[in-house]
């Protein structure tokens, strides 16, 4: 089956820096990637994601990038706030086994002012 | 609506105890899932309901039984629970399919088994 792995498993930056998650998986019948943003005791939530036909996807401060070739995917914010400072998780979706997500370990971002 | 609501909130239960979690979605979605989190970690996949029939179980122990009485709504049948099930339960939908695939997660049911 697929495999997500993530890195780094926390990442701390200054406010107004930039931030760069990167997943990598194992099966190249992946092609839907999202990224979700888990604050403490919340629910995860859909933050951007990208399917197999696109490389590249922006919204607003927040951009993902994927390289099909090498088999990972990225997730980039810039000009960071406090506010974004939550547990960000990748996942992918196989075109086969289209109704299961597997995800990353997870990235505990912390946004200091 | 893109919400995905799931009750109750919180849950403390005992060990011989019978309880059961709900969910409920109106976006259409016909896949719904149930997800077990536990502190730090990625949620883990524990049922696929597709189109009202499961077709994922991750060999979950027969203590956790699911439901999908209709299109909108997902139950989570606990019995006899051990506290190393105590976690946050996510449930999800999203479209079954290579086009909807977008899952969206309710807020959770946070469960204490004492």
């Known amino acids: 089956g697929e495999n997500v792995e993530q890195h780094p498993s926390t990442l701390s930056v200054q406010e107004g820096d930039s931030a760069v998650i990167k997943c990598t998986y194992s099966d190249s019948a992946s092609n839907y990637f999202p990224w979700y943003k888990q604050e403490l005791g919340k629910r995860p939530q859909l933050i951007i994601d990208i399917r197999s036909n696109v490389g590249e996807k922006k919204d607003q401060r927040i951009a993902v990038t994927l390289n099909k070739t090498a088999k990972h995917f990225s997730l980039h914010i810039t000009e960071t706030q406090p506010e974004d400072s939550a547990v960000y998780f990748c996942a992918a979706k196989s075109l086969y086994n289209f109704n299961k997500f597997y995800f990353g370990s997870g990235t505990k971002l912390n946004v200091k002012p | ?114």
Request: proline content about 8%; hydrophobic content about 30%.
């Open chain 2, 1 to 114: 609506d893109t919400e995905v609501t799931q009750t109750p909130k919180h849950l403390v239960m005992g060990m011989t105890n019978k309880k059961s979690l709900k969910c409920e979605q109106h976006m259409g979605h016909r896949a719904m899932y149930w997800y077990k989190q536990k502190a730090k970690k990625p949620p883990e996949l524990m049922f696929v309901y597709s189109y009202e029939k499961l077709s994922i179980n991750e060999s979950v122990p027969s203590r956790f039984s699911p439901e999908c009485p209709n299109s909108s709504l997902l139950n989570l049948h606990l019995h006899a629970l051990q506290p190393e099930d105590s976690a946050l339960y996510l449930c999800a939908s999203g479209g079954p399919g290579d086009f909807t695939d977008t899952q969206y997660f309710g807020p959770g049911t946070r469960l204490t088994v004492l």
